[in-house]
């Protein structure tokens, strides 16, 4: 109770006597130094030209291995998901059936092989005894027609020999190039033959394709921009794997699509990467590779040679409903705001097209504290900030 009545008479002076209070707030605003900002002076510089695009990852190579023949799947000779080499086995169907249809080709082949020797030497009589009193035209014409007979018969059972082993071959089911297994739709037991579908998948590794789609503008304004560099070949590929880190490698452009899509009026760029694996990592372990196939990644087509540009820092640019700006000191120190037109931009840069001159100061460091047409106090960035103008001494007495 007694501090209460304490205050109350505190709170009423101050009530009656506002012009007190009214001096000191008004002296703080005016009285205040101009904010330090830290600028950059706006120049050009070498920058690389780039264009970002949305790509999709594509193995080089994919196949799915299908049985040639009809027969039980005997063993399963690869783990899914592994990486296996070229002409690796991958399953074994049984053999027998194929076997001794060999064999019995092979007899065949022996059989016709026996008839046309005796053809021959048949033959061979008949045409020594052409010129004696027992020999006959009409008989050498019809040895020669048995030989040219089973000479053909032999080539017969010669091809069927091959098929049988053709066959017989098939029944070793291999990787036709190294790559990667999917997971396998059959099991040991199983009969698979031409019509039984995929049994594994095998997708290459390394390299890869980044196929990514370009509107047929901006591949016309790549093509005279790269026109003087080695056309396409030129440009440098980075990529921007899905979970937003960069890709280590870089590619190459190596194929442009002949054609334009209609319904999107896009022509569709191909580059290829390498795809080697990833550090301590081994061939048969699951994520051992950076790049899948078939993943969305963010294409980035960058020019070998770099051009000069209006540039200022990436820090620098603001922007609100109206677009992009920067803040400009003027000759007066004050903050003055210059609506820009932006090219490209890295996370570091921002290359100006217009709204800023070379020359300018733009503000890059205390942005915050920044008022359009406020007075600001500014200095290099990265300098320590300027002190304060010294406040004028109080009167004595």
């Given at each position: 109770m007694r501090l209460r009545h304490a205050i109350i008479p505190l709170l009423i002076a101050a009530a009656t006597q506002p012009a007190l209070v009214a001096p000191v707030l008004a002296q703080a605003g005016p009285g205040a130094p101009p904010?330090?900002?830290?600028?950059?002076?706006?120049?050009?510089?070498?920058?690389?030209?780039?264009?970002?695009?949305?790509?999709?990852?594509?193995?080089?190579?994919?196949?799915?291995?299908?049985?040639?023949?009809?027969?039980?799947?005997?063993?399963?000779?690869?783990?899914?998901?592994?990486?296996?080499?070229?002409?690796?086995?991958?399953?074994?169907?049984?053999?027998?059936?194929?076997?001794?249809?060999?064999?019995?080709?092979?007899?065949?082949?022996?059989?016709?092989?026996?008839?046309?020797?005796?053809?021959?030497?048949?033959?061979?009589?008949?045409?020594?005894?052409?010129?004696?009193?027992?020999?006959?035209?009409?008989?050498?014409?019809?040895?020669?027609?048995?030989?040219?007979?089973?000479?053909?018969?032999?080539?017969?059972?010669?091809?069927?020999?091959?098929?049988?082993?053709?066959?017989?071959?098939?029944?070793?089911?291999?990787?036709?190039?190294?790559?990667?297994t999917s997971k396998s739709t059959v099991t040991v037991g199983n009969v698979v033959g031409p019509t039984s579908g995929a049994l594994t998948t095998v997708v290459s590794q390394d390299p890869m394709y980044v196929v990514f789609p370009v509107s047929l503008r901006a591949a016309l304004d790549l093509r005279t921009k790269y026109a003087d560099k080695g056309g396409f070949a030129g440009a440098v590929i980075h990529i921007r794997l899905p979970d937003g880190t960069m890709y280590k490698m870089d590619g190459k452009l190596d194929y442009v699509d002949p054609s334009v899509a209609v319904s999107t009026d896009t022509v569709n760029l191909r580059a290829v990467i390498p795809n080697p694996l990833r550090a301590g990592m081994k061939a048969g372990?699951?994520?051992?590779?950076?790049?899948?196939?078939?993943?969305?990644?963010?294409?980035?087509?960058?020019?070998?040679?770099?051009?000069?540009?209006?540039?200022?820092?990436?820090?620098?640019?603001?922007?609100?409903?109206?677009?992009?700006?920067?803040?400009?000191?003027?000759?007066?120190?004050?903050?003055?705001?210059?609506?820009?037109?932006?090219?490209?931009?890295?996370?570091?840069?921002?290359?100006?097209?217009?709204?800023?001159?070379?020359?300018?100061s733009v503000i890059t460091e205390g942005l915050q504290r920044v008022r359009p047409g406020a007075p600001v106090n500014p200095a290099p960035a990265g300098a320590p900030p300027p002190a304060p103008p010294a406040p004028a001494a109080a009167p004595k007495g």
């Open positions: 904010p330090a900002v830290g600028v950059v002076v706006a120049q050009k510089r070498a920058v690389f030209e780039t264009s970002q695009f949305v790509g999709r990852v594509q193995a080089v190579d994919k196949v799915d291995i299908i049985a040639r023949v009809t027969a039980f799947v005997a063993e399963r000779e690869f783990q899914e998901g592994e990486e296996v080499t070229k002409g690796a086995l991958l399953y074994k169907l049984e053999r027998g059936p194929f076997e001794a249809d060999l064999q019995a080709k092979q007899a065949a082949v022996q059989q016709n092989a026996a008839l046309l020797r005796n053809a021959v030497i048949t033959l061979g009589r008949a045409q020594s005894l052409l010129n004696t009193p027992a020999g006959q035209r009409s008989t050498v014409d019809d040895r020669e027609a048995s030989q040219a007979s089973q000479a053909a018969q032999l080539l017969a059972a010669q091809a069927q020999l091959r098929q049988s082993q053709i066959n017989l071959d098939y029944t070793d089911i291999k990787a036709p190039f190294a790559g990667k372990e699951p994520g051992n590779r950076d790049l899948i196939d078939g993943s969305y990644v963010t294409v980035t087509l960058e020019g070998v040679q770099p051009v000069q540009a209006l540039a200022v820092p990436r820090v620098a640019v603001l922007s609100d409903q109206q677009g992009s700006f920067v803040y400009v000191v003027d000759a007066d120190k004050k903050a003055q705001v210059h609506r820009v037109t932006l090219g490209q931009a890295t996370p570091e840069t921002a290359v100006i097209l217009a709204g800023v001159s070379e020359g300018d």
